[in-house]
């Protein structure tokens, strides 16, 4: 199995975070490529900045379908993924909609810290988009992005008695199993949920494929 991790941003450092995270969680049977675009920001902060991932990002996916099994948009702001379901039928996911949907089947109650004001508002559209909105708590911003305040927000959210909590940023990926260690909430990394959906998708679609004509 095969699967292609899009970074829609143009920082080699985010994508190398998510090359790394992505070893450490992929089955032994299936590879993970992580790229990054490159005529788009550094920071998808704003609708604006997601409008300009589109171009380049179909493109990529039309030219690379044959190669992979499914892919994963590893952007808490989910650009395009509509429009990437729309010219592949290889499962396609958003980290945000992975997250959300993790956290919703977990808690009834979940918060996301997000990187600032405007992706605060996006995050709170996408959940509504998701039929998450109800679940979606709070939507807490860190001072900084550094670790430590991370887990200030984490413990910011048990004091509103919410225990569940979503990283929201990529660049978090490395830091939910030690920030859930510390504060002893239950952390939620997009990535990881994003693989965990594509690899179910794709074995149940072999699965399927594999007792296609026989009667039980």
């Known amino acids: 199995m095969k699967i292609l991790i899009i970074n829609p941003n143009s920082d080699v450092k ?37 409008a300009c991932t589109a ?6 996916v039309k030219k690379s379908e044959n190669d992979y099994d499914g892919f994963i948009i590893a ?3 989910d650009p395009n993924t509509e429009v990437i379901k729309e010219i592949t039928d290889k499962p396609v996911i958003g980290i ?16 996301f810290v997000s ?3 405007k992706s605060a508002a996006r995050k709170k559209a996408l959940a509504r988009k ?6 979606l708590a709070e939507v807490i911003i860190p001072d900084t992005p550094a670790r430590e305040s991370l887990e200030k927000a984490v413990k910011d959210a048990q ?26 909430s239950v952390i939620y990394d997009g990535l990881a949920c994003a693989i965990g959906y594509i690899e ?16 039980v």
Do not use: W
Not at 21 to 50: F, G, H, N
Not at 200 to 215: D, E, W
């Open 75 to 77: 952007c808490y702001s």
């Open 159 to 184: 004091g509103n008695g919410i225990g569940h909590v979503i990283l929201g940023c990529a660049n978090y990926s490395l830091y939910d199993a030690a920030i859930e260690s510390d504060t002893g």
């Open 130 to 135: 998701y039929y998450c909105s109800d679940e």
């Open 55 to 60: 171009a380049e990002m179909i493109e990529l």
């Open 96 to 111: 945000a909609e992975a997250a959300m949907r993790f956290a919703a089947v977990a808690s009834d109650n979940f918060a």
């Open 14 to 50: 985010t994508t190398d975070m998510l090359r790394e995270k992505s070893s450490r969680l992929c089955a032994p049977d299936v590879e993970a490529d992580c790229t990054q675009l490159t005529t788009t920001p550094e920071l998808i902060s704003s609708y604006e900045d997601c």
């Open 200 to 215: 179910s998708m794709v074995r149940y679609s072999i699965y399927k494929k594999s007792v296609k004509g026989v009667h």
């Open 115 to 117: 990187t600032n004001s």
